[in-house]
């Protein structure tokens, strides 16, 4: 199954290809700092494969050491 998404202006675009393995919302403080918001969600597709359809350059990271986040 392919599902396509965006950000909100649309700038980034992009399609993942695979199944959902989970879907869990968390208001942990690492969560909260890396979307920037009062929760984050998060969608887990271990086999599913990401393609930017645009705006890849636009997107950034944050990082906790010794974390998988």
């Known amino acids: 199954m392919k599902r396509a998404g965006s950000c909100l202006c649309g700038a980034v675009r992009f399609e993942l290809e695979g199944s959902f393995d989970g879907f869990f919302l968390c ?3 690492r969560r909260r700092k890396g979307a920037g918001s009062a929760h ?5 597709s271990a086999g599913g494969k990401l393609a930017w359809i645009s705006g890849a350059e636009k997107m950034s990271g944050f990082a906790v050491e010794g974390m998988r986040h």
């Open 27 to 29: 208001h942990c403080s």
């Open 40 to 44: 984050a969600s998060n969608l887990f």
